[in-house]
Antibody, heavy 120, light 106 residues
Framework: QVHLQESGPGLVKPSETLSLTCSVS??????????WAWIRQPPGKGLEWIAT???????YHNPSLKTRATIYMDTSKNLFSLRLRSVTAADTAVYYC????????????WGQGTLVTVSS | ENVLTQSPDTLSLSPGERATLSCTAS??????VAWYQQKPGQAPRLLIY???HRVAGIPARFSGSGSGTDFTLTISSLEPEDFALYYC?????????FGGGTKVEI
């Protein structure tokens, strides 16, 4: 059974960098059938896709986040990560990692999510 | 940028009734619309992919339809556990876009 688990600090100061990791068990992130994604949800609001990475290193980012977000993977540890620079209060959200089907581009498996609050 | 507009924002229905949720895309080249269900405090769960294909294990009362710019999620007869938030999602140009969501409430 495949399981995704987010980890990272629950509190980040404004202007600092938010770093999150998604550990994947039960499947290899190097499998070509899947991509791996980060999505966030501000409290009481809708879902926002952040970025996706493929096993070959190709990555795709939400243009609205400009160059602040970076997604990368560590195949030796079977995990992928997100870095979001220069955070503000608007980046406060529940951050989810998810498995993205390569062909249909849907998110078929999600982690439980982790709340990150940006505050001094 | 493809914008997905979901309507209505809130749907107030009773168990046993039929729910019809709409998702309209601004881009006529919309591809592979999917539908997710989210309950409070939980991650979203994929229900439908490629507009009309139900994920294994999802009850048959959930169905999806549509093409082009207009897509629909139908719940034929609401069960108590179906009262939740529903999001549509599209992919274009290697970016994922979500609709604003429809809340189905009792």
């Amino acid at each position: 059974q495949v399981h995704l688990q987010e980890s990272g600090p629950g509190l980040v100061k404004p202007s600092e960098t938010l770093s999150l990791t998604c550990s994947v068990s039960g499947d290899s992130i190097s499998a070509s059938s899947y991509m791996w994604a980060w999505i966030r949800q501000p409290p009481g609001k809708g879902l926002e896709w952040i970025a996706t990475v493929y096993y070959n290193g190709d990555s795709y980012h939400n243009p609205s986040l400009k160059t602040r977000a970076t997604i990368y993977m560590d195949t030796s540890k079977n995990l992928f990560s997100l870095r979001l620079r220069s955070v503000t209060a608007a980046d406060t959200a529940v951050y989810y990692c998810a498995r993205q089907h390569f062909g249909y581009n849907v998110l078929d498996l999600w982690g439980q999510g982790t709340l990150v609050t940006v505050s001094s | 940028e493809n914008v997905l507009t979901q309507s209505p924002d809130t749907l107030s229905l009773s168990p046993g009734e039929r729910a019809t949720l709409s998702c309209t895309a601004s881009d006529s080249l919309s591809k592979s619309v999917a539908w997710y269900q989210q309950k409070p405090g939980q991650a979203p769960r994929l229900l439908i992919y490629d507009a009309s294909h139900r994920v294994a294990g999802i009850p048959a009362r959930f169905s999806g339809s549509g093409s082009g710019t207009d897509f629909t999620l139908t719940i034929s007869s609401l069960e108590p556990e179906d009262f939740a938030l529903y999001y549509c999602q599209d992919r274009s140009d290697w970016t994922l876009t979500f609709g604003g969501g429809t809340k189905v409430e009792i």
